[in-house]
Every structure is written in C-alpha cells, then in structure tokens.
C-alpha cells in the first residue's frame, strides 16, 4: 500500500519528533550533525517536509557518531525512542544506524522478513574519509559495494529478480555478520587516521557523478536552517551538496519522479507517547 495524505503527515510529524530529540543530544554534547539529502533538501527548498517524502535523514563524521552513540546510553529519552546499530540489536545488518521510534511499526513491503526492529526510524549516516590516491580510491569503492551487497544480502535471497541472483544472496548470507562490521571497522578506521578530500557512508549507493564520495568541505561547518518551526544544523556548503546530489535541487521534480515507498504496515505511536 501507500500511504495517503493524512498518514503521510502524521508519519512526518513522528520523525520531526526524533529529529527534535537527536538535535537535543548532539546540542548538549556540542556533537556536529547535519540534516542530510532529501531531508536538507527540504529545509532548504520548503522550510520542511518534501510534501511527498517519507522519510528523514541526517548524517554525521564517525568521530561525531560514536560520541552520539555514547551520550545516548545516559541522555536519549529510551520510553520514546531506540537507537539501532549493530551493537544494540544483534539482528540487524545495515551498515548505518537508525533512530527508530518505539511503539509503532513502519515495514516496507520488500522487507517484511527482516527480523530485527522495524519501528518509524530515522536513517543516521556515518560519513568516513575515502582515500586520495587513484587506486586506493577504486578499492575503496569496491570495497563498499561488496560490502553493501552483504548486507543486503537478507533481502535480496528473497526478493531478488533472477532465481541465480536469490542463490547468489543465499550464499552471502552465510558470512556472519559481525566479520562484516570488523571487515568494515578495519577499513574505515585506517581511512579516518588522515584528512581527505572526500567522504561517503559507506554501504549506500550514491549517483555516478558522486559515486566514490562528496567533498570533506561539506562537512566541516554547520549552520542552522528552519524546518518545519524547529532550527536544525545543516551544512554550510549545502548549495555544493544539494548541486552534486539533485543538480538543479530548487526546481521539484515531475510528479511521475516523486517516489513513494510501498508500505506493508505503518503503526503509529498511541496518544504521542
């Protein structure tokens, strides 16, 4: 199913509540973030919501996220809300946290056998720094995509095209998933020991103009941006950012490109609590 209208705006409105609690924390830790890809894109363009996007993104530096990480164990309110990454679910695979909202449920329809927690969630990219150098970067770039495909690899033994391609994913499924996120640590740990000029999360796929990463600039200073009557963080050099990602990104795309995802079940929370 999609969502209409009025589920549409009140799924917004249980983001905007988990955008609100992750500017809290990183505020009172003095921790950077930024509001990230079509999400930016909508403070910038309509001071808040894409009318038609249903979902939420912000992205920080690995050294920023592990320090979000830690002030959460003391500071997120946990009756509201859960910060899920590898080390608090043991389930899950992706290779980026969410911050998901308890007491309800937003499952896609491809994703229904997923078995970890599939609360209304924010996607929280971790940005690391992709190597300089020709060769190191093409490997690095091969790198995140085998490792993209891993992980994926829970949804695509069963949703895939080709019947090879469902056999495929069944076989990546037997490496475990904790060697992946140490394949991972390895790799993203050697990239951040020096500054670079680019950065990328690494196990999401960006278009072919950006596809090993965005410049290291974006990132380096914050400026606050209405969105939807709250001030959130956002990158200084967003007209770069949103320019590589959408091109021209003030000009809305036709209705036929306005993408909406397919939803098996949306549960929102009782009463707001």
Same mark, same amino acid.
């Given at each position: ?5 009025? $589920?549409? !705006? ?11 609690? =992750?500017?809290?924390?990183?505020? $009172? ?12 894109? %909508? ?12 979902? /939420? +993104? ?5 050294? /920023? ?5 830690? /002030?959460?164990?003391? $500071? ?8 899920? +990454? ?8 992706? %290779? ?27 996607? =929280? ?5 992709? &190597? ?6 093409? #490997? ?10 891993? $992980? ?8 895939? !095209?080709?019947?090879? #391609? ?11 998933? +904790? ?28 278009? !072919? ?42 000009? &809305?795309? &036709? !209705? ?11 549960? #929102?929370?009782?009463?707001? +609590?």
């Amino acid at each position: 199913m999609y969502l209409n209208e009025e $589920q549409l !705006k009140a799924l917004q409105q249980v983001e905007l509540e988990m955008l609100v609690e =992750i500017d809290r924390i990183c505020r $009172q830790n003095n921790i950077c973030y930024t509001l990230d890809s079509g999400t930016l894109l %909508g403070a910038v363009r309509n001071k808040g919501f894409i009318p038609w996007d249903d979902d /939420a +993104d912000v992205v920080m530096t690995r050294d /920023a996220y592990e320090r979000f990480y830690q /002030a959460c164990k003391t $500071q997120l309110d946990t009756k509201r809300f859960f910060l899920q +990454d590898y080390r608090t679910d043991n389930e899950y695979r992706w %290779g980026y946290p969410k911050m998901r909202r308890k007491d309800s449920l937003f499952v896609r329809e491809d994703q229904a056998m997923l078995p970890w927690h599939q609360g209304i969630f924010i996607d =929280i990219f971790v940005y690391d720094n992709v &190597p300089d150098t020709w060769i190191a970067r093409r #490997l690095h770039l091969i790198f995140c995509y085998i490792i993209r495909k891993v $992980q994926y690899a829970i949804v695509g033994k069963e949703n895939a !095209k080709s019947h090879l #391609l469902r056999m495929w994913y069944g076989v990546l499924m037997k490496i475990p998933r +904790d060697i992946v996120f140490v394949w991972m640590e390895k790799v993203y740990s050697r990239c951040n020991r020096y500054p670079t000029s680019l950065k990328r999360h690494m196990t999401y796929p960006y278009r !072919k103009k950006c596809r090993y990463g965005l410049p290291s600039k974006c990132f380096n200073k914050q400026i606050e941006l209405e969105f939807e009557g709250h001030n959130f963080l956002c990158s200084q050099e967003y007209d770069t950012y949103l320019t590589i990602l959408y091109d021209d990104y003030m000009v &809305p795309p &036709p !209705k036929e490109e306005r993408n909406h995802t397919a939803i098996k079940t949306l549960k #929102l929370p009782e009463n707001g +609590d």
